[in-house]
């Protein structure tokens, strides 16, 4: 189904005030028929007077007032007539009904789809319904849903959340095409960040192929953010096109390990970091030592034979490949 927009509808004041003044023209008239029903005995100017005070207010129900980025989706006696979009006051046909299923469902910036509560009185124990507005918000929202527990690529559980900037850009699928299109969207965000996670790896792991090109490469969801938020986007926006919804933006709000593996990764990070930095520092006194050696070799400053090079080398890599400061031992006679 398709939107109809309806344009030529800003009648409203037009038609408050006509209804106003044919209301008072009624009620003057019903006082006037009564006087002449009591001087002519004749009832007819009473009777019209009494029937159009009592019908002429029917059109006020047809009245309606949109601010910006508003719109409301009139069917009549079931049949979908069109959407008026716009700020200003409108005058429809009055036995128009608003539709909007998703009027008691509230998207909240800092969770997942909750209901609207109901009122409950306190005398009689009875749920009252609480008033709900028709009119569909054209603006752009945020869904922001809870954060979840996915497995990734290598099977490792991790806990993400991701924030939805999305907006209704036809407001006759949303409202006809699906049962409720928030709960939809919540949803379909659900599905699409769960398949696109368990594509990737938490970090960068070897032979994972996260393009589907069947190529190792790089990817990963705390190195590849952008890369994986733009394909979560692509991922929801195709399940909500039914919907008549417009993703504008995804993006990662949070990202970690589940509790259950944490301790364990974060050891496992540890041990990675340490090993970088060793090897970082032998490669380093490595190169050190070779320089003294050949700087020695070069000036002649120091005649020593393999055996003197062997303890001279391993005595320069306890030295600069150590943790604590060296504690020299000067050797004051001679060198032999």
Do not use: H
Not at 26 to 53: H, K, N, P
Not at 88 to 116: I, M
């Amino acid at each position: 189904m398709n939107e109809k927009v309806l344009t030529s509808k800003k009648y409203g004041m037009a038609v408050m005030l006509l209804c106003i003044l044919v209301e008072l023209a009624a009620t003057a008239g019903t006082v006037w028929g009564a006087i002449q029903a009591e001087t002519s005995g004749s009832f007819v100017l009473f009777i019209i007077s009494i029937v159009v005070l009592c019908v002429a207010w029917i059109p006020l129900l047809g009245l309606r007032i949109l601010k910006p980025q508003e719109a409301l989706v009139l069917t009549l006696f079931g049949k979908y007539i069109g959407t008026i979009k716009g700020d200003g006051f409108f005058y429809v046909n009055p036995f128009c009904t608003s539709v909007n299923p998703a009027a008691g469902t509230e998207l909240n910036q800092s969770g997942d789809v909750k209901k609207v509560p109901s009122a409950i009185n306190a005398a009689t124990g009875v749920t009252a319904a609480t008033p709900t507005n028709k009119k569909i918000s054209l603006k752009i929202m945020t869904l922001n849903n809870n954060r979840q527990k996915i497995n990734d690529c290598l099977g490792n559980p991790v806990e993400i959340g991701i924030a939805v900037t999305w907006r209704i850009v036809d407001t006759a699928k949303a409202v006809f095409n699906v049962d409720n299109y928030k709960e939809y969207l919540s949803l379909q965000c659900d599905t699409a960040l769960r398949n696109i996670v368990r594509i990737y790896p938490y970090d960068v792991a070897p032979n994972v192929d996260t393009t589907g090109d069947g190529l190792a490469d790089d990817g990963s969801l705390r190195g590849s953010s952008e890369i994986v938020a733009a394909r979560i986007r692509e991922e929801i926006q195709e399940r909500v096109n039914t919907a008549g919804i417009e993703i504008i933006e995804a993006r990662i709000t949070y990202l970690a390990y589940a509790t259950e593996i944490a301790a364990v990764m974060l050891q496992r990070q540890q041990a990675s970091a340490i090993i970088d930095a060793r090897k970082m520092i032998v490669d380093g006194a490595v190169g050190m030592v070779e320089m003294a050696l050949n700087r020695l070799s070069e000036n002649n400053t120091v005649v020593l034979d393999e055996e003197r090079k062997a303890a001279m080398v391993s005595n320069l890599l306890v030295v600069l490949c150590g943790n604590r400061d060296a504690q020299p031992v000067v050797n004051s006679g001679s060198l032999y």
